[in-house]
């Protein structure tokens, strides 16, 4: 097999895990490489924005209804022959959206042979692990590296060092901490003394930009949408950091008490 | 608490399947599973033999991820038309409670006109005791039993639960099942006591149905005792109170009644009823200490490890269990012989006679033969 980056992006509900996972692959498209997102939230809002707005089949809704299924009823060509597939799940507050995490990426391997040509997969996972299911694609050895993607205020920053300390459990390496911008004060600053101090380093900071949500509103990238915007530049960035990157530790996490100075 | 419980190792009876046998108690006609296909397959098989339905709603990956409501209401439905039951009861399943399925919406979106017993259940709990529970609890809500019964029934399941952790197969980390002594060489030791003039008490202390076997048991002691001359050697004591439990089991305790009688054996003392085995200790005790202290020998059969030791000192004791894992306890508490009837309760279920029991039927041939002699 080729050399292969399959990585996954963690972080806090909301902190724009999505966002930046689409714009990275777009970014990496753009660069030339092959590229696979695979969104693993029930929400299935991972690939949207690289589909011009389009939603497309998941895979547990074609498993729902005991249909064979073949690689391409479930992945789908999205901006720069991204390819785009969806995990899909239960209605909220129905069945098992971590088991249906583990069927749908089981089927994947079995159905989709082209993974196998991808330089780099995203898997888009949901914000709070709640359940095996969520870190399935980890679990199974199919994610190499890992991501965490936070803003410098209390609450993501905790979210991100509960993640560490899950990743070190199931002794998965970090391979860095993504700040994406929410304009609070000393951001970069902080966020850069939380990746040293549990043993890893900031590889970007993504600012926040009105620029993203309208985009997404429309149904693209900033990179498809806004190619010569500011930010669009800070994806490629990002993207080829990601591309390069060689680094990853084990993380360590922080005492609470160290995370609240952290953040005064 | 939880944590300092002992943790076992071998494979232990499962609430589920204790929730199905108890439904069968309370004479459901269909027994509905809510899981997968395979959940409590041999169970669900015999409890045929016994005159229920047991079907499945066949969760499969779909029905772990999406739920499975549909399944149970529209299964709800298909049931009741192809069977016409009085009384439906259905079971939760690991499967279906670890991700969260109701029994109720399912049961009220199938708005049939017969009452449905929904009991929450799954396998993980350390008592299987806690499947009849939950069974009872859900009896008693629909009013099936009443709450005198189920108080009844709660004492006497934390009883069989505390029976088990003292000497049964809940009292140690790991248990080697074994098949005990030796059928033969044991019904030999029983005759020569006879023989010998000694004085014997049969016990049987029988859960439920199992009493069809063991009370075989008793039989064979009495016809050999009457084939020595020895008839008013033995006495017996039964566990055969039919005013006592749920229908059914009472149903049991008639029928043996009725058995024994026409074999023309005298039960001199009944210790209870047929779902009291966890409690018949102390009346043993007490009419052995007031009437039988200078017997011989007992032949305990059914729950032996109920009997408290106490009672028994100086006797020879013979028991009979069923369960494999059994013997090693029993042996530890002082038994001198310990015999097992392997796969006796499968041939107990859809019974109203008493059947012939392996240990029983040993002894009539080792009797005949050295009577021969
Ligand atoms: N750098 C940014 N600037 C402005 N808005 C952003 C930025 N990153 C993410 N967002 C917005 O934040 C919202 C949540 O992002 P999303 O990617 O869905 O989060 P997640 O996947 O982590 O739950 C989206 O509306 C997204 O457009
Ligand atoms: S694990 Fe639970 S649900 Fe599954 S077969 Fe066993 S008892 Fe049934
Ligand atoms: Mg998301």
């Known amino acids: 097999m080729k050399d292969q980056k399959r990585i996954a992006i963690y972080g806090k509900g909301g902190i724009g895990k999505s966002s930046t996972a689409s714009n990275v692959a777009a970014a990496c498209a753009d660069e030339g490489y092959k590229v696979m997102i695979i969104g693993c939230d029930p929400k299935s809002d991972s690939s949207i924005t690289l589909l011009g707005g389009r939603r497309i089949p998941t895979i547990l809704d074609l498993l729902k209804q005991h249909l064979d299924v073949n690689e391409k009823d479930i992945v789908f060509e999205g901006y720069g022959g991204v390819k785009c597939v969806e995990v899909g799940g239960p209605e909220p507050g129905i069945g098992c959206a971590g088991r249906g995490i583990i069927v749908a990426i089981q089927k994947l391997q079995k159905v989709c042979p082209s993974m196998k040509d991808?330089?780099?997969?995203?898997?888009?996972?949901?914000?709070?692990?709640?359940?095996?299911?969520?870190?399935?694609?980890i679990r199974k050895g199919l994610v190499t590296e890992a991501y965490i993607l936070t803003s410098g205020e209390y609450m993501p920053l905790y979210a991100a060092n509960n993640i560490c300390k899950g990743l070190?459990?199931?002794?998965?390496?970090?391979?860095?901490?993504?700040?994406?911008?929410?304009?609070?004060?000393?951001?970069?600053?902080?966020?850069r003394r939380f990746?040293?101090?549990?043993g890893s380093r900031l590889i970007a900071f993504i600012p926040k930009e009105q620029i993203v949500q309208d985009c997404e509103r429309d149904g693209f990238s900033v990179l498809e949408k806004a190619p010569r915007s500011d930010i669009a530049q800070v994806y490629r960035k990002l993207a080829k950091a990601i591309m390069f990157n060689d680094q990853s530790v084990l993380p360590g996490s922080l005492e609470d008490e160290r995370l609240r100075e952290l953040t005064k | 608490m939880m944590g300092k419980e002992l943790s076992i190792m071998h494979p232990r009876p499962s609430s589920i399947v204790a929730a199905l046998y108890t439904l069968r108690d309370l004479n459901v006609d269909v027994a509905i599973l809510h899981g997968p296909p395979g959940c409590s397959f041999k169970h669900a098989r015999l409890l045929e033999e016994d005159g229920i339905r047991v079907v499945t709603t066949a969760l499969d990956e779909n029905g772990f991820v999406f739920g499975g409501r549909q399944e149970l209401s529209s299964l709800l439905e298909k049931v009741n038309e192809m069977f016409k039951p009085k009384l439906i009861g259905v079971v939760g399943t690991c499967a279906s409670m670890i991700i969260g399925e109701e029994l109720h919406e399912p049961v009220l979106d199938a708005n049939l006109d017969v009452p449905v017993l929904e009991v929450e259940v799954h396998a993980g709990y350390p008592d299987n005791t806690k499947g009849v529970l939950l069974t009872l609890e859900s009896a008693c809500e629909l009013g099936v039993i009443d709450r005198e019964e189920l108080e009844r029934q709660k004492v006497l399941l934390r009883e069989a639960t505390l029976v088990e952790k003292r000497h049964g197969a809940a009292s140690r980390q790991y248990l080697e099942p074994s098949r005990g002594d030796v059928k033969y060489k044991v019904a030999e030791r029983v005759v020569r006591l006879l023989q010998e003039g000694r004085k014997g008490i049969t016990i049987m202390n029988a859960k439920k149905e199992t009493g069809y076997m063991f009370a075989d048991i008793s039989a064979a002691v009495n016809e050999v005792a009457l084939a020595l001359g020895r008839k008013d050697h033995v006495v017996n004591m039964a566990n055969i109170d039919d005013s006592l439990g749920l229908p059914r089991v009472r149903h049991h305790a008639k029928c043996i009644t009725a058995d024994l009688r026409e074999r023309g054996i005298t039960v001199h003392e009944i210790i209870?009823?047929?779902?009291?085995?966890?409690?018949?200790?102390?009346?043993?005790?007490?009419?052995?200490?007031?009437?039988?202290?200078?017997?011989?020998?007992?032949?305990?059969?059914?729950?032996?490890?109920?009997?408290?030791?106490?009672?028994?000192?100086?006797?020879?004791?013979?028991?009979?269990?069923?369960?494999?894992?059994?013997?090693?306890p029993l042996k530890e508490m002082g038994h001198h012989h310990v015999i097992v009837e392997i796969d006796l309760h499968p041939k107990t279920l859809g019974v109203n006679h008493i059947v012939e029991s392996e240990f029983g039927a040993t002894l009539r041939e080792v009797a005949k033969d050295m009577l021969g002699r």
């Open chain 1, 195 to 198: 990746s040293e101090e549990i």
């Open chain 1, 168 to 191: 070190a459990k199931i002794d998965t390496p970090l391979s860095g901490i993504i700040c994406n911008s929410r304009s609070v004060t000393r951001e970069e600053e902080i966020v």
């Open chain 1, 118 to 137: 991808m330089d780099l997969i995203i898997y888009d996972v949901p914000g709070d692990i709640v359940c095996g299911g969520f870190v399935a694609p």
């Open chain 2, 272 to 328: 209870g009823g047929m779902d009291e085995y966890p409690v018949t200790g102390a009346r043993v005790s007490e009419l052995i200490k007031q009437k039988y202290s200078d017997y011989d020998f007992a032949i305990i059969t059914g729950v032996p490890h109920a009997i408290p030791m106490e009672a028994l000192e100086g006797m020879e004791i013979i028991s009979v269990t069923n369960g494999p894992r059994q013997v090693l």
